[in-house]
């Protein structure tokens, strides 16, 4: 089968399509014919191996898997002797191992239905950064009706799913986001759209009940100003740093550290992916309460221009990979 392949850590340069050996599956997992992939900063992370802390679990020295990738949607090729839920001729979204290939294996319990009314394309763009948005309001925020959320980096992947989860669940949303996301973050729902080029998150005199930070690229200080006293702030990643041994995740440590000791309460996300929450998603997709953003698509020959892509942080929506 054809696969983007990786030896080393590196730049995406260093990327290369090659002819490789289809996955074998274990008796809990799955093989997908996969139709489109996500693209998404954890991808970049375990290709250029930055920070150095991700490389803990995928390969102290090179990737422990060949092929990047973890988004998928495609069809079922073969399942394992212990799984039950799936035959093939599925249609299937989720993540998996290898995903940036023709076929990739998947565990069984990360896979779910795709949503009948969604592309292979859009279901691709939903497991990573839905089940983060997910993890972020539902979970971590708390968010119920009447709550007033702020989600910055409202235009990107995890945020635009945010703001309609949020809206979902009865909030007043306020996305920030760059000037040419304005039109787009007002049209998933949010109430009000800040531009952070305009204007900073302190200076409306506003205070939220939940915060929601995708951006990585503000102080805690800073948000916890923004936050009414008992208000949450939630850590969705730390993209904005530059050390090559946590990169922007202090941020995540100092928040842990500090949360005991003030009345706001500070959550680095953790999101954990399951078949549970595909399933919530697809309820509130089919029902036409969630609907993913997909900004740009790339055959699987330009990986790296995709990776590139989301590097330069402008990207809006999801960008996906179609194979």
Known sequence: MRAIVQDRYGPTEMLRLQDVDVPKIGADEVLVRVHASGVDPGVWHLVTGLPYLVRLGFGLFRPASRVPGMDLAGVVE???????????????FGTGRGSYAEYASAPANRLAPKPRNLTFEQAAAVPISGQ?????????????PGKR?????????????????????????????STGKLDLVRSIGADEVVDYTRTDITDRGQRYDVVIDTAGNRRLAQLRLALVPTGVLVLVGGEAGTGKWLWGFDRQLRALLLSPLVSQRLVPLLSRESTEN?????????????????????????VAEALRHLEDGHSTGKTVVTI
């Open 278 to 302: 595909l399933v919530a998603l697809t309820e509130l997709i089919e029902a036409g309460a969630l609907t993913p953003v997909v900004g740009r698509t790339y055959p699987l020959t330009e």
């Open 149 to 177: 959320v702020l989600v910055i980096g409202a235009g990107g992947g995890v945020g635009t799913f945010a703001v309609q989860l949020a809206k979902a669940l009865g909030a007043h949303v306020t996305g920030m986001c």
């Open 132 to 144: 983060t948005a997910l993890a972020a309001v539902r979970d971590a925020g708390q968010v119920r």
């Open 78 to 92: 073969a399942v394992g002797s212990n799984v039950e839920r799936f035959t093939p001729g599925d249609e299937v």
